[in-house]
């Protein structure tokens, strides 16, 4: 990894970057240097550099024209470098710097405690996940793996009447999603439910079954750049081929899906793998608009076709 001196002289870049402009430029050129890495919210330079630099003054997102030149006070820009330069020497992802993230238009609180949102399921939950759900109505939802609840939660918006579970085996995790339930007013429609998986959950059925669950095999989880190594890696890494927690799901989820429901899980860059494994079945991967690759979406009559396959119930 390239080394960026950070005993440079603060001081006397303070002085020499004077407005917004500035300082965005200043961060994308050290961000180059140091050859960060991007991949939690941002995937490049100016948008990392622009979010930590408006983050640090208090300033929204949308700016008018024009106030990229706006001059800042010398406190304020010494605020910023020492953020800028955080991100470096720190190799924190800016999510964690802010403490939030935004996912399906909705914004959450994050910290290390959960994985920085980011799936393409965002895409799936504001488009009702038609046209798969075809028009059954949803009344229970299930998010399995929630971390920071955002799936729960983006579904609560989108079902409106819709009663939803969202479990994850890690406390910590909970307690940030408990955070999000009540800063999006929906403590009354989302319960959050300590297990692992479906444990704690016999006799629930559900119309919606979606899981953003760990899916990185745990040689690739070892050669993450260090950003990815700021998140828990419970929420990441899931056996030597990154389908341990997928296949689980795959075999106990029959028994908690409603005929007419759908299961929907993303298994990321672990698709050949998951596909490798089981050959017979014919897998659904949509494709995304924003980007994104490996979600697989299964019918409850599909999901018991494989049942043998899969080796369970």
């Not at 870049?13 to 240097?33: A, M, N």
């Not at 307690?175 to 444990?199: C, K, P, W």
């Not at 991967?285 to 494989?306: C, H, K, Q």
Request: charged fraction near 25%; aromatic fraction near 10%; charge should be negative.
């Amino acid at each position: 990894m390239p080394r960026i001196d950070i005993e440079m002289d603060v001081e006397s870049i303070i002085k020499e970057l004077c407005t917004l402009h500035d300082l965005v430029r200043w961060g994308v050129s050290r961000f180059g240097e140091a050859q960060v890495f991007y991949g939690h919210g941002t995937d490049n330079a100016i948008d990392e550099a622009t979010a930590l630099v408006l983050h640090a003054l208090h300033l929204p997102g949308q700016l008018p024209a024009g106030f990229m030149s706006s001059r800042l006070t010398t406190a304020e820009r010494r605020v910023v470098v020492d953020l800028l330069l955080r991100r470096i020497t720190e190799r924190r992802p800016a999510a964690y710097l802010i403490g939030e993230a935004w996912f399906a238009g909705m914004d959450f609180y994050v910290d290390e405690r959960v994985v920085i949102p980011r799936s393409p399921i965002a895409e799936l939950i504001e488009q009702g996940f038609e046209p798969w759900l075809a028009g059954h109505g949803v009344g229970r939802v299930l998010d399995l793996c929630t971390g920071s609840g955002c799936i729960a939660i983006a579904c609560a918006h989108v079902f409106e009447e819709a009663q939803v579970d969202a479990v994850d085996i890690s406390d910590a995790a909970l307690e940030v999603a408990a955070r999000n339930v009540e800063r999006h007013g929906l403590t009354s429609r989302v319960e959050l439910i300590q297990g692992d998986l479906f444990a704690g959950l016999q006799g629930r059925r559900y119309d919606l079954i979606v899981s953003n669950p760990p899916y990185v095999s745990r040689p690739e989880w070892q050669a993450l750049p260090a950003e990815y190594h700021c998140e828990p890696r419970t929420g990441l890494e899931s056996g030597e081929d990154g389908l341990d927690c997928a296949v689980n799901i795959l075999r106990q989820a029959i028994d908690y899906l409603m005929p007419g429901g759908i299961l929907v899980v993303e298994v990321g860059y672990s698709r050949p793998a998951l596909e490798l494994r089981f050959p017979e079945v014919m897998f659904m991967w949509p494709e995304f608009e924003r980007g994104g690759e490996g979600v697989f979406i299964m019918s409850y009559d599909e999901l018991r076709e494989y049942q043998p396959y899969f080796g369970g119930s």
